[in-house]
């Protein structure tokens, strides 16, 4: 049987191929840095997720190292049965605490928090209204649950809008957007969300993964920086980008929320327990986010010199202010041959197309981090312009 099943799927791969939509996967060398080292050298690093530059952090690998003699390498169990630990509880009150959320719950991945979330708190007479641009996981997630699909625009509070007043029969109205759509960077205008949400009585959810350690004036995500910390109803987030960059997700949320999340949550229920190590190291990132104005500074200042210098020399950029700042290509092939021009110029970056992004908007999305020094940055834009030379000449 496998056989026939072979060729099809050779032949879909070659169709991948052909297409330009091929993602290898590059093997490195060395931690996580603004620096790292692949097949063909030392590259500078311009596409992990290590928004504070703290992957490496000497103060994080040694809590992770002290957590190994401590707690163990792994918890082998759910949480329900003999997988809790102190480590674990520690870290829910302190995300709680920094994320201005009653309670916390975590799960092995953000993925999974925002696959367990819908399914739990939605049943048929309920209504979801989804971003159009939210991530892969709220997408399956929604999926996942019995409630009524609505999806606005992205951004589009008219559209929003006009789906609440198109659900006023539902018993629950749960309204969903990505802070930072990680595709583009542009940010969700959450106070009017917000605005939208008090006038229609629905409840609102932010993924904020990519914004949680950095945005805002504490680095506490897009609820603060809009002023809306108190309006958020549940938070779904990562510890794998800029709290470390390990692994590791949570749902911070009202009491009652979380505790039925415990309750009844396919994906905390079946999944392993988080790491002790990783929990460990995560707190000792919550510590140096109290002290890391300086990085934030430093990474607002890399994103603003990036964008400027790239839109100066002709680039196309989307609009806004965040860290990650997608150099716009459209076709596929094209993407993917100036990411590896880039590499072959010291600079390591990807061509992101469909599926990940629209038909015909491939992209290469630059990730700015507090790791990257000026020069860093500056060589970075020289390696486009001279890419962009070789595609022309």
């Keep these: 049987m496998y056989a026939s099943v072979r060729d099809d799927l050779r032949a879909t791969l070659d169709e991948i191929r052909t297409a330009g939509l091929y993602k290898p ?15 063909s050298g030392d590259v500078l690093n311009f596409c992990a997720n290590n928004y504070l530059g703290l992957a490496d952090h000497p103060d994080v690998v040694a809590a992770a190292k002290d957590a190994l003699d401590r707690w163990g390498y792994g918890m082998a169990s759910v949480r329900f049965i003999c997988g809790t630990q102190e480590i674990h509880k520690e870290l829910e009150q302190r995300l709680s605490a920094f994320l201005g959320q009653e309670d916390t719950i975590l799960y092995s991945s953000c993925f999974d928090a925002n696959g367990g979330v819908f399914e739990t708190l939605l049943g048929p007479e309920d209504a979801v209204i989804s971003d159009a641009l939210n991530h892969a996981s709220i997408i399956d997630g929604i999926r996942l649950s019995k409630a ?53 009585d629905a409840m609102v959810m932010v993924d904020d993964s990519h914004a949680v350690g950095f945005v805002g004036p504490g680095g506490r995500g897009t609820p603060e920086l809009h002023g809306v910390m108190d309006r958020v109803d549940i938070i779904t987030g990562t510890l794998g980008k800029a709290l470390g960059g390990a692994s590791g997700g949570y749902v911070a949320a009202r009491a009652e929320i979380v505790e039925l999340l415990r309750q009844r949550s396919r994906p905390y229920l079946f999944s392993n327990s988080l790491a ?118």
């Design 276 to 393: 002790p190590v990783i929990a460990a190291a995560s707190i000792k990132v919550l510590d140096l986010l109290e002290s890391a104005g300086e990085l934030r500074e430093r990474l607002n200042a890399n994103t603003e010199l990036f964008r400027t210098k790239m839109t100066e020399a002709g680039f196309e950029i989307l609009p806004g202010d965040h860290a990650i700042a997608p150099v716009m290509i459209g076709d596929a092939a094209e993407a993917g041959r100036m990411a590896e021009l880039l590499l072959e110029r010291g600079v390591y970056v990807i061509g992101f197309s469909y599926p990940v992004v629209p038909m015909g908007a491939a992209r290469i999305r630059v990730q700015l981090s507090a790791a990257h020094s000026t020069a860093d940055v500056e060589r970075a834009v020289a390696a486009f312009i001279d890419a962009r030379a070789t595609m022309a000449g």
């Design 25 to 39: 996967e590059r093997v490195i060398g060395t931690p996580q840095s603004a620096s790292v080292a692949v097949a």
């Design 148 to 200: 009524r699909r609505h999806r606005y625009a992205n951004r589009d509070l008219a559209d929003l809008e006009q789906q609440l007043k198109d659900t006023q029969d539902a018993r629950r109205r749960l309204i969903v957007t990505d802070g930072v759509f990680s595709m583009d960077g542009y940010i969700a205008p959450l106070a009017e969300i917000c605005d939208l949400a008090d006038r229609y």
